[in-house]
């Protein structure tokens, strides 16, 4: 079973950037699709951005298009999400997520979290 801690969260003032780390144990981080997701209080998680095993496909919900990105490097079992111009919207508690399931990555499921870092957007 993959483990994963994030890293990278913090307080940023809207229009601004941050990048989030996911680090994974073990030495199969390839095999596993990876995603991202927030949860602001009061709200539910929802899915932010997912990106395939090898890199090559790439999954973003609508309000973070053209300000986040997704990427990997499987070498150092690293995921990141590179935020920018950052909306005080985007305040919430940001978990990395896994799965080896390729119908759940086209359907935003993740079977493995990690224990999230907190972004804080002020206005």
């Known amino acids: 079973q993959v483990q994963l801690i994030e890293s990278g969260g913090g307080w940023v003032q809207a229009g601004g950037s941050l990048r989030l780390s996911c680090a994974a144990s073990?030495?199969?981080?390839?095999?596993?699709?990876m995603g991202w997701f927030r949860q602001a209080p009061g709200k539910e998680r929802g899915f932010v951005a997912g990106?395939?095993?090898?890199?090559?496909?790439?999954d973003y919900e609508d309000s973070v298009k053209g300000r986040f990105t997704i990427s990997r490097d499987n070498a150092k079992n690293t995921v990141y999400l590179q935020m920018n111009s950052l909306k005080p919207e985007d305040t919430a508690v940001y978990y990395c997520?896994?799965?080896?399931?390729?119908?759940?990555?086209?359907?935003?499921?993740?079977?493995?979290w990690g224990q999230g870092t907190q972004v804080t957007v002020s206005s």
């Open positions: 997520a896994a799965t080896t399931n390729s119908y759940n990555y086209a359907n935003r499921r993740y079977a493995y």
């Open positions: 073990g030495r199969t981080f390839s095999s596993y699709n």
């Open positions: 990106i395939l095993w090898s890199g090559g496909s790439t």
